[in-house]
Structure formats: structure tokens, C-alpha cells
């Protein structure tokens, strides 16, 4: 099943570097979402888009910076990380995400980009 | 607020042993849905099953059941005859349809079937 992909699936970065992420779904699906998993902790959600409308910004930093210019991609654009900011991060695609029920959809995952920061 | 718990950190067995893997929840939402996700080593979290709260009948898919029991508001995972492909990490997780949150996970339980 290859219905979310991203890449890169691995990322070592400088602290001061700019890098993207990329995610594509194929599945027909109106709402993307960004995660991270941190060792020994839960995922933890970052972002969510409905219909390329950011509807959920779970405080993340401003070094963190998602784009979603169409239903089926979706970007994480990084820039001065920090080491604490290495980990795996997942996107995911569902059917919708409306504004407070975005958790309530069946999520799809893609294999994740596990990243390092230097 | 919503909470996840899945006390077992890690779990071994022995090939064709049976395995339930424990998952608690807390909300104070009568409308919910309870998800379980398998993590294999290659990173994709991998969709197993959905539940909605008003719907309390055990569900059996081939090695894999899952008990939900709202009593006890847990909702747990069974693999019968386990098997070496059956190593990952698990993840329980919950979502409120009223709260206003989103999915939220328990920390996984990593199960090692061991031949």
C-alpha cells in the first residue's frame, strides 16, 4: 500500500540549514496532517489541513513552517533547528478534518522522514 | 482531558503464543472513537481498526480481536498464535467527537515475537 508517501525518508541537517519535507497522498482524501515522534514519547500532532485550509496549530514553533498548496501534497519547511527537533515525522491523510472533529476520521499514514539535527 | 494508557511498555513471546496488549482510556465524552495503529520497524503507522463508543461488540479479524468493554473504558488487542511478522510497536489511541480535540495516543506497547 503505498497511499501516503513522503521524502526524504531519512534528513541530517545543520542547525542552520533549510530543508523541506514532502508528503503525497493518493487517496483521494481532503485533510492532511503533520506529526512528530520523539523517542519514548507520544506522537504528538503539529499541524492538520482541510481542503488546504490549515485548521489546527498545536503550538508548534515558528521554525516549523507547513504548506499545503493542494489536497494531495503537503510540505514541512524547516529552517534553524534545533537538536531537540530530531525525529521521525509522520504525515497522514483522511477523509476530512473538520474544525473540531479532526480526530475522528480514520488516519492513513505515509512511512515517515526520520530527521537528524547536528 | 483525554487520556491513553498502555501500561505495557514491552512484551516478548514465543512464536504461536497468544498476546493482549492493554489499552486504557479516560474521557469524559459519551461520543468517541478508539483506534489501534501497528508501527513495523520500516516508520508507517498502519491502520488496524476504528470503534465508535456505541458500539461495544468484540470484533475478530482473522489472528487479531480487539475486547471493548466501556465498564472499564478499556479497549483491548488480542493476536492469537502470534507470529515473527507480528513485531512492532502498537498504539492505542482515542478521539472525542464533542471535545474538540484531536486523535491523541497512547506512548505503544512494543511487542518481539520471538521464533
Known amino acids: 500500500e503505498t497511499g501516503v508517501t513522503q521524502t526524504p525518508r531519512h534528513l541530517v541537517m545543520g542547525m542552520t540549514n533549510k530543508k523541506s519535507l514532502k508528503c503525497e497522498q493518493h487517496?483521494?482524501?481532503?485533510?492532511m496532517y503533520w506529526y512528530k515522534q520523539s523517542a519514548k514519547k507520544p506522537l504528538e500532532l503539529m499541524f492538520v489541513y482541510n481542503f488546504k485550509e490549515q485548521t489546527e496549530n498545536n503550538s508548534v514553533p515558528s521554525r516549523f513552517s507547513p504548506e499545503c498548496p493542494n489536497s494531495s501534497h503537503l510540505f514541512l519547511h524547516l529552517h534553524t533547528l534545533q537538536p531537540e527537533d530530531s525525529a521521525l515525522y509522520l504525515c497522514a491523510s483522511s477523509q476530512d478534518a473538520l474544525v473540531g472533529t479532526s480526530g475522528t476520521e480514520t488516519q492513513y499514514f505515509g512511512p515517515g522522514t526520520r530527521l537528524l539535527v547536528l | 482531558a483525554q487520556k491513553v494508557t498502555q501500561a505495557q511498555t514491552e512484551i516478548s513471546v514465543v512464536e504461536k503464543e497468544d498476546v493482549t496488549l492493554d489499552c486504557v482510556y479516560e474521557t469524559r465524552d459519551t461520543t468517541y472513537y478508539l483506534f489501534w495503529y501497528k508501527q513495523p520497524p520500516s516508520g508507517e503507522l498502519v491502520f488496524l481498526i476504528r470503534?465508535?463508543?456505541?458500539?461495544?461488540q468484540n470484533e475478530i479479524s482473522g489472528r487479531y480481536s480487539w475486547n471493548f468493554q466501556k465498564s472499564t473504558s478499556s479497549f483491548n488487542f488480542t493476536i492469537t498464535a502470534s507470529q515473527v511478522v507480528d513485531s512492532a510497536v502498537y498504539f492505542c489511541a482515542l478521539s472525542e467527537v464533542t471535545g474538540n480535540t484531536p486523535l491523541v495516543f497512547g506512548k505503544g506497547t512494543r511487542l518481539s515475537v520471538i521464533a
Open positions: 470503534r465508535n463508543s456505541f458500539d461495544e
Open positions: 487517496l483521494g482524501h481532503n485533510a
